[in-house]
């Protein structure tokens, strides 16, 4: 059937590729060069010449370590003779959480479950050399290299012994067999959490990843913005819109957008928060699931509003959400923690002080004391008071103490906000001398 | 669903008939629409929703995944205590497993450790060869956090340990996001926010579809009734579960007078003269529960006021236990120097002092520990006749400690064991009533 893209249609498609290209990012890889070029060469010297090495890429959260190794290995792989020389096992430290676990795991990957069987191995050691034994092909000097990556490495620190760090490194060592281990962590002070006898067999290669932060010639701004530009645009690499008259409207359409003064602000307010680019993304990703039939076109206004969601404090809203009473609670713990300079507060204090206020002010309605307490205790359930030292049976409820951890600016900020609070509960929450 | 139609437009329908089972969500049910988008569009890898209790988070998630007929799984983490007993349920439903004797309550799967899971789901059939989308609700996920530390950043990042883009959690709460950041190492899921219902409007239109089936009684004059009772309640409390049960609860009440034949129906005014008093005194018991819905005889307040009565004496304690307890009170409550001026029959002159401030901030403190030799000193004052002190009277105050209305305070010292009293005022009143003993009398407090 042939018939031409429908704007809904269209639109759907671009939606789809968009979020694809948020959501899924290539491989293709940027910046970095040098350290990518350092950690290529000793992937590839595994591979090829059957050297063992280790490395531990270190850099800080969404700075792309993950991706420049993916992009290493998968440009490795793309090589013929890749998958006879060696393999790659991928470990984990937030779902590997102990080395036993790990072992298995590795066992898996390597397609050895079969050769392990029911052996039972003496150590650690014994049943990693059978593994790396096992390898060994027909031509008795030449044994399949095997790349391990250890992503969450600092975890792998917390296991027992770090018998698996101190066997892997044992062996990257001794040259018992080809094997690159390569760490990924965004500890700096990852070599301190290592054990003498681990760290004097790891070879000391750290590769640092920073984001870059001084660029030459260009702005931090400006290459955020060149990013935004380069996510939202239709490449004629992205197959799924074969209109053109449509990708060349919404591509004319993204460049007047992000030439638009809000927008600017939006992005610029965003990048000084938090300039990793996972946050983009997932901003992004909010901006253009907006798009759909009756909202066909991306607006500056979109922008506003969904960072008007995104930057809004989430505590301030759960108050705005509670009932009268409870923030008539909120109030009393605020002023108790500022006349009182932070010290805990327990709720005999905080009842003792929303009596007072009842009492001078007959029109808020009585309730009994056990709601009160009921009151509270959702205030804590909502962790709003935080009891200090752990709910305890020893000591009465009432009087437990508990830290309040909204700031006064967050409370009046709440009250400002509550639809149909009476005026003497917010003349109450301006000043405390009531 | 509607083979014929556009997927769009299956999806603006489905949409629709959504926001008419759900009223006044609409926002945020196009907002989560929008996000997970039409089948073959990718998932963001984790979505937070928070909001108040009963503000429909797990009831519009779960109608949207249903509509959808994506596979899901929704599983309560309070029930599920445990990493196995999460994994489970997460497997079992996504792959429509279910357990029955037939198959002997066999699991799709049984996982031990998130790395079982991980590649239970790489192996699935359903999830990573017919690459369908799957959604996993983690419903009250505050709960994760006392779970093994891994587990909750792991979740978080299932998509990139499965290496399956079709995966999503969606992580529903009432706590905010901020007090799951125990430790470093999380993937920002997409927050949102489910805002209480804060209209007076948005509440009625709620309250009303428990309006009671039979055609016995009009909407207008449940209307009516509904206004009339959030009038009272709302500013009390917001939690809609809460005001539902107790608006079922009252109702009889406000239709009795009509039942009786002594008003009509639209006799507005009348009605509510007749119903408010009930309204006030069921405001009293607001989320104590003392008396369950239906079935039971109508709550009046003298039962729900005593039954803090009923629960000191259920505990019948003996003769000298009560004087214990008694004794254990003062010593908590009154500070060791007003013994004298207390206890002592001539104390000399009595001078006034200006402590009230201190004395007011000592109380709010709560009950400060005591020796035992003080405690006994007490108690020979208060008994007023001679006992002998002998091993079974003191056995007594550790069957108090045992009953937690005492509670031993620091290591365990022989010689000299301290305790402090965990009892309030009403208990220890209603004690010191049953031995015609006035408290008030001996508290420094009272003075």
Partial sequence: MDRTLSVEDGLVLCRKTIKRKLLLPTNEFSGHEKERSHLSDLVRRTVEMGESNSALLIGPRGCGKTALLNSVINELKNEKSFHEKAFVVELNGLMHTDDRLALKDATRQMQLENAVGNKVFGSFAENLTFLLQCLKSGNKDRSKSIIFILDEFDLFCNHHNQTLLYNLFNVA???????????????LDVMELLEKRVKSRFSHRQIFIFPDTCQKEQSVFEVRMALLKNLLILSEDDVCVDDAVFSYCWNCHVEDLCTEE????????????DNSERTLRSFLLVVISR???????????????VHKLWSRDAKVAMVEGLSVLELCLIIAMKHQTEIYEGEPLN?????????????????????ERPVVLKAFEHLESLELVVPIGGPSIHILKEFQLHRFVLTSQQVSDAVKRYQG??????QWAASSYQ | MFPHMDAAVVTVIMQKML?????????????????????????PPAVFVYGHTATGKTLVVSHILEALQYSHAVVNCIECYMPQLLFEPILNKIHGHELSCAKKYVPYASCDYMMDFVSCLRDSKIVAQEKKPCIIVLDKCEKLRDMDANLLPAFLRLQELTKLNNIC????????????????????PIQIHFPQYTKVDELVEI??????????????????????????????????NELRHMAQLNFPKYCDPVLKGETQMDDVNKLWRHVTPHLRSSLAQLYLRTVSSYGQEEPTKSTALSSSATYVLSFDLPYYAKFFLIASYLASYNPAKADRRLFVKNHGKERKKKQQQKKLAEQLLGPKPFALDRLLAIFYAIIGEDVNLTASLLSQMSSLVRLQLLTAVGDDNIDLPRYKCAVDFEFINTVARTVNFNIQKYLYEFM
């Fill in chain 2, 19 to 43: 926001c008419q089972d759900i009223p006044c969500r609409n926002y945020q049910i196009s907002c989560i629409m929008e996000l997970i988008g039409q089948p073959g569009e990718p998932l």
């Fill in chain 1, 173 to 187: 060592q001794s040259a018992q067999a080809p094997i690159c281990v390569v760490g990924l962590t965004c500890r």
């Fill in chain 2, 207 to 240: 309250l009303l579809r428990d309006h009671p089936p039979g055609g016995r009684w009009p909407n207008d004059f449940y209307c009516s009734y509904v206004k009339l009772f959030l009038g009272i309640f709302q500013r009390a409390c917001r939690d809609l």
């Fill in chain 1, 421 to 426: 609070l009476p005026t003497e509960v917010s």
């Fill in chain 2, 169 to 188: 959690v969606f992580f529903l709460s009432d706590v905010v996001w901020e007090k799951f950041r125990i430790r470093e190492g999380f993937q920002e």
């Fill in chain 1, 347 to 367: 709720f005999e204090m905080v009842y003792r002080r929303y009596c007072k206020f009842l009492s001078q002010n007959s029109t808020v309605q009585n309730v």
């Fill in chain 1, 262 to 273: 809000p927008v600017q602000n939006v992005m610029r307010t965003i990048l000084n928060l």
């Fill in chain 1, 291 to 305: 798009l759909s039939d009756t909202h066909p076109t991306l607006t500056a206004e979109d922008f506003l509003q």
